[in-house]
């Protein structure tokens, strides 16, 4: 007699862990939280790190400046981008709606070049510390391949260039054109002047809401007298 065997039952994964909170937040989450994913994620992530498996991130890089790229932050919260979500949408349940849909965003957008670097404005100098603690200057260039990128038409650009180019901002956020302290508009070929006119429209906003920002600090600072 076949003797009987064990039912096996099995869960079909997704491509990735989120596809299932998705699903069913209240399974993994205990509730339907973006803070509770945040430190769910937390865990996740530590887990697969000391696993002998070196897995991809959940949460691919760059998503916290696509998040303030679209939430019109100022800075993408130092890559926190929970934090960045919540200051917009302050209910938990409804900014965990808002995070996939803005990893959705993410995963199908198309970039739109706007300009591209010159190769002969592609210096800069910069102060380096010496052996001795002393400030030196020093020349460097930028990446022959840096283009200055848009998605939507939401405030800001981002920067990219080809990967094997060693560049630490490429892939980064800015609210505005001056927001990149290398910026230059000598330094750039347009491609697309009605996009490049509004960034630029969007830089002098950028710089009276800084300088309207700064008044009201140095008022809450000043002395009584």
């Not at 916290?64 to 679209?70: E, L, Q």
């Not at 956020?173 to 302290?181: E, G, I, T």
Request: some cysteine; aromatic content about 12%; hydrophobic content about 35%.
């Amino acid at each position: 007699m076949e003797e009987p065997r064990e039912t096996v039952f099995t869960i079909p994964w997704k491509e990735s862990i989120l596809d299932e909170i998705r699903e069913r937040p209240a399974m993994y989450l205990g509730l339907k939280s973006l803070t509770a994913l945040w430190f769910f994620l937390h865990g996740y992530e530590l887990g697969k790190f000391r696993s002998e498996h070196r897995w991809p991130s959940e949460v691919q890089k760059g998503f916290s400046d696509w998040v303030a790229y679209r939430l019109h932050l100022q800075s993408n919260c130092k890559g926190f981008w929970h934090g960045a979500i919540l200051s917009r949408v302050r209910d938990e349940s409804l900014a965990l709606d808002r995070f996939f849909e803005l990893r959705d965003e993410f995963a199908q957008r198309e970039s739109k070049v706007v300009a591209t670097i010159r190769e002969d404005r592609r210096e800069y100098r910069i102060g380096r510390i010496d052996a001795a603690g002393t400030v030196v200057g020093c020349t460097e260039l930028l990446p022959a391949s840096l283009k200055i990128i848009v998605y939507t038409d939401d405030p800001g650009f981002f920067l990219s260039c080809e990967a094997d180019e060693s560049f630490s901002e490429n892939g980064c956020f800015f609210p505005a054109l001056s927001a990149w302290d290398r910026f230059s508009s000598d330094r750039f070929q347009v491609h697309d002047e009605l996009t490049w006119h509004r960034l630029t429209a969007e830089t002098v906003r950028y710089r009276r809401n800084l300088a309207k920002r700064r008044t009201r600090n140095q008022k809450k600072i000043a002395p009584p007298v």
